[in-house]
């Protein structure tokens, strides 16, 4: 395994047409450099240095993975060795060996990094990543003898000879600390882009008489993201693995290809996700769940045996006990449901903690909100809300206590209590008859054929 970890993560998405850091474009919904970082994170590096741009998010979003990390900032992007060299400060005299990963690149798998570790402790001094790409592109593309890595020509650099391989550089590379330093500051703008290029550490070490060799991986690990079509392939490499993770851990998915996962999904096993289902970034379900179709959820935890949807959406702060009932058309937002609880059509339950067994009725809604502030409603064990109930919060509904249909509730109801707020209803005998004749008598067009 490398001693230290170097993540190149500079500069916006030009060829995205983005204004934003590259790095920070969402896969799984969360950065790409998330993703990368987390790989790292597993390599547990004695340094992880990630280089990013002047006073870009990019160093935020470094910092929150793990307080750490170094970051290096590269105020202008005049490529990849020149954003090494920008590290050097961190590992000058550190030692040990470096793994150079590309911030763009966030599927290579452990067992890859492994194999590159395996290469530089059979001698080479200097291992890049290689893989045989079905659509080489615009890859830098490596020339080799066998494992021996001759150079690496940057698609730009390249002529049709030199295009035509196949043989693509994924970006990575591991080699002594103190060799990847000096090789990359000798890197010179000598190219089409006027830029540093790391991949000269090949020709330059080679010339020096190193060990330089290539180890390669799975074209699908390879995905470098720089281009928004490439962001959306990456989108659907990521789904895959998830989806095939979660089959693999016990979870039902009856229509694989149509449920979204984010980054952490965690579902336990013995839960079934109907079809057309999206998680958002922070969901946790636990076993025996069942979420049925078109349900959107994000920020939310799951109890076991709890049923969810369809139709049904879970926004961030949402913990539902074990055995509760989310049905159709229902909202819920940083809300407790109690063990049994239920809330099973067209509701919205805002900023609210809804008791052990409680029935909330359809159509029901928490009206939180008074325009500034957001209020808490809750509502006790048992307690039975009639439908089309509004609680005007802050509101206290007791135990076991009951809500007419219709009601607007503004005070609280004790427990046991029953609360209607409505007017009474009064019969007017043949008056609707009566009404309609005298409407239709008086209209120039009878409209109702
Ligand atoms: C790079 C490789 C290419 C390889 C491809 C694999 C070089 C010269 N080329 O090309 O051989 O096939 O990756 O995906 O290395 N970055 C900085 N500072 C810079 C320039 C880049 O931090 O000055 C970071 C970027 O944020 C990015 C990564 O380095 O995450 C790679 O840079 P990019 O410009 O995307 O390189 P490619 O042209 O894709
Ligand atoms: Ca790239």
Not at 7 to 12: I, K, M, N, P, S
Not at 105 to 133: C, H, N, Q, W, Y
Not at 249 to 261: A, C, M
């Amino acid at each position: 395994m490398p001693t230290h970890l170097i993540v190149l993560a500079a500069g916006t998405g030009t060829r995205m047409l983005s204004d934003r850091p590259k790095v920070l474009h969402e896969i799984g919904g969360v950065p790409i450099l998330a993703h990368v970082l987390a790989a790292a994170e597993a390599l547990d590096g004695e340094r992880v240095i990630v280089v990013g741009g002047d006073g870009d998010a990019v160093s935020e979003e470094a910092l929150k993975t793990d307080g750490r990390i170094r970051v290096a900032e590269q105020s202008e992007q005049r490529g990849t060795a020149h954003a090494v060299t920008m590290a050097a400060p961190e590992l000058d005299g550190k030692g040990g060996d470096t793994l150079v990963l590309l911030g763009d690149t966030p599927f290579i798998r452990p067992d890859t990094i492994s194999a590159l570790g395996k290469a530089r402790a059979d001698g080479a001094e200097i291992v890049f990543l290689g893989f045989e790409a079905s659509d080489p592109a615009r890859y830098g593309r490596i020339v080799s003898d066998g494992t021996t890595l001759l150079k690496i020509v940057e698609w730009k650099d390249a002529d049709d000879a030199t295009r035509a391989l196949t043989l693509c550089n994924a970006g990575l590379v591991l080699a002594g600390t103190a060799t990847l330093l000096r090789l990359a500051a000798a890197a010179g703008p000598k190219n089409a882009a006027g830029e540093h290029y790391l991949t000269d550490i090949a020709a330059l070490g080679r010339a020096e008489g190193l060990d330089v060799r290539v180890v390669t991986c799975a074209e699908e690990e390879a995905l470098g993201i720089n281009t928004c079509a490439d962001l959306a392939r990456a989108e659907s490499v990521f789904q895959a693995r998830a989806r095939n993770a979660a089959a693999d851990r016990g979870v039902t998915l009856q229509s694989p290809d149509t449920v979204h996962f984010a980054f952490d999904t965690r579902i336990d096993r013995n839960v079934v996700v109907e079809p057309n289902v999206v998680f958002g970034p922070g969901v946790v379900i636990e076993s025996g769940a069942r979420i049925r179709a078109f349900s959107h959820l994000e920020g939310c935890h799951v109890g076991r045996n709890s049923v969810v949807g369809p139709h049904a959406r879970l926004r961030p702060g949402t913990k539902l006990g074990a055995g509760t009932q989310v049905g159709n058309f229902v909202e819920v937002k940083n809300a407790e449901f109690g063990e049994g609880a239920q809330a099973k059509h067209l509701t919205y339950i805002g900023d609210a903690s809804i008791g052990r067994a409680a029935n909330v009725g359809a159509g029901t809604i928490t009206c939180n909100y008074d325009g500034v502030s957001k209020h808490r409603t809750e509502i006790g064990e048992k307690a039975f809300i009639g439908s089309s109930t509004m609680l005007v919060a802050p509101v206290r509904i007791g135990d076991e206590a009951m809500t007419a249909s219709g009601t607007v509730i503004t005070r609280n109801v004790p427990d046991g209590d029953l609360a209607i707020a409505r007017t009474r209803q009064k019969n007017k005998p043949g008056f609707a008859r009566k009404l309609l004749a005298r409407l239709r008598a008086t209209s120039d067009t009878d409209k109702a054929e």
